[in-house]
């Protein structure tokens, strides 16, 4: 897929003047009409509902943009759950699918009366011992171990994976939730993530419609969702194909239609936890190059660094450079483009090809908009940059203020970090 900046130059440069780089930056047109998709693809089934993926953006300001295109959010998190209230979503709006949970975030879920999914057997115990008496409708996750394939091409390994209950668990776990009075049961997996692939939500959803109906069959218990949780992926390379959700959506209802419509279970609702597809293409890091170095490679040193977009120093992800105002300049060189941190990890791109960079220029790195700021870090006492959102009239707001460095010292008690700050600015 080509990789164009939603950004140009002028525009760039008009936002650095008042917000200094690095910054965040979120296209919210481009949100809009991807989440208005996702909803148009999936409208053939009532219940639909796409649960944003909180930790993939967690900003008030992007959660509020979702809700008003009709979604919920999903939270693993006490500060996620407490976003997701101040951002005005409660009840059902709100799912909680985490892991190794705290009983005061299983209580707080309860609380905002959240749908509760459950990671493992022994939370009914943990749970009841703890928070007290289960809500009319739990869900719980299912690991299938082994590998999970595409078209025999390994996609992910559920075997490894810490998550979820095994097949007999989730038998004995259904069994025991209704014995405690639960009604209705909702069930979730999330099997392979950033899958580039039309296949991925369609072969999940075969196996849990399966799975819901051999439940149901069973047990005689009521499943009122199916969860498929996120890992739709987005194109991160220029050769790289799009994700059409409108056939991934097509892919889910045959098999609905086949598997739960056939046996009379056409009120099960369709669930998605999606993050990276609702935001990863639509937010980008903006960083100026403040360096030019000749060793054994050439390097381009920006003002951003893995501390603003940790992807490629963690996983070698590749996120796609464009330097703007440079878009039909060749790509005849060919660079490390590296943020200041002492850790040799510390790269946006490695032998890339781009046009030649001078000092000054500004660098739009595509695909952050998930994933991004969001796993941002404070390591070598770097701080976290700011977060700006693009209006579709052009105009744009600052979503989040970068930190400072009374921040950074805000957890120390011993000593005066503004005397020390008095003495800088001198
Ligand atoms: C991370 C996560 C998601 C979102 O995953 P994406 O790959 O961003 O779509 C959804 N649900 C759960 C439980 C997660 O942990």
């Avoid at 009366?113 to 928070?131: C, M, P, R, S």
């Avoid at 209950?165 to 639960?182: A, N, S, Y």
Wanted: proline share 4%.
């Amino acid at each position: 897929m080509e990789k164009k900046a939603f950004l140009s130059r002028e525009k760039a440069e008009e936002i650095a003047a008042k917000f200094p780089t690095p910054f965040h930056i979120y296209d919210e047109e481009g949100i809009r009409k991807n989440a208005e998709r996702v909803k148009e693809a999936f409208s053939w089934n009532r219940g639909f509902k796409e649960y944003f993926a909180v930790k993939a953006t967690p900003n008030p300001f992007i959660l509020k943009l979702l809700k008003e295109c009709g979604c919920g959010v999903d939270c693993s998190s006490m500060a996620e759950l407490m976003m997701s209230r101040g951002s005005g979503f409660s009840g059902e709006e709100i799912m909680f699918s985490s892991n190794d949970t705290p009983a005061e975030e299983f209580a707080y879920a309860r609380k905002l009366g959240a749908f509760i999914n459950f990671d493992d057997l022994t939370l009914i115990d943990y749970y009841e011992k703890q928070v007290g008496d289960f809500p009319e409708t739990m869900c719980c996750r299912f690991n299938p171990g082994g590998h999970f394939r595409i078209a025999n091409k390994i996609m992910d390994n559920p075997g490894d994976a810490k998550y979820g209950f095994t097949k007999e668990q989730l038998f004995e776990g259904f069994r025991i939730l209704k014995d405690r009075g639960v009604k209705h049961f909702g069930l979730h997996a999330f099997l392979a993530s950033n899958t580039v692939s039309n296949d991925y939500y369609p072969l999940l959803s075969g196996q849990l419609f399966a799975l819901a109906r051999e439940l149901k069959e069973e047990l005689g218990v009521h499943i009122r969702f199916v969860n498929l949780s996120g890992g739709i992926g987005v194109p991160y390379k220029p050769e790289d194909e799009e994700n059409d959700i409108f056939r991934i959506a097509e892919g889910v209802k045959e098999q609905y239609d086949a598997i739960l419509k056939s046996t009379g279970m056409d009120d099960v609702e369709i669930y998605t936890e999606m993050g990276r597809f609702m935001l990863a293409p639509y937010g980008a890091l903006i960083t100026r190059a403040i360096h030019e170095k000749h060793i054994y490679k050439e390097y381009i040193g920006v003002d951003a660094c893995a501390a603003d977009l940790m992807r490629p120093a963690m996983y070698s992800a590749y996120h796609h450079i464009t330097v703007l105002g440079k878009e039909n300049n060749s790509a005849d060189n060919i660079y490390d483009v590296t943020g200041s941190l002492c850790e040799n990890n510390d790269k946006f791109a490695i032998d890339r090809k781009l046009p030649k960079i001078e000092t000054g220029d500004l660098l739009f790195i595509h695909d952050t908009g998930a994933h991004g700021y969001s796993m941002g870090y404070n390591y070598n006492g770097r701080l976290r940059s700011a977060e700006v959102l693009l209006h579709p009239d052009g105009s744009f707001e600052l979503i989040r203020r970068a930190e400072n460095m009374h921040d950074y010292f805000a957890t120390f008690d011993c000593f005066d970090v503004l005397k020390d700050m008095e003495y800088v600015q001198e």
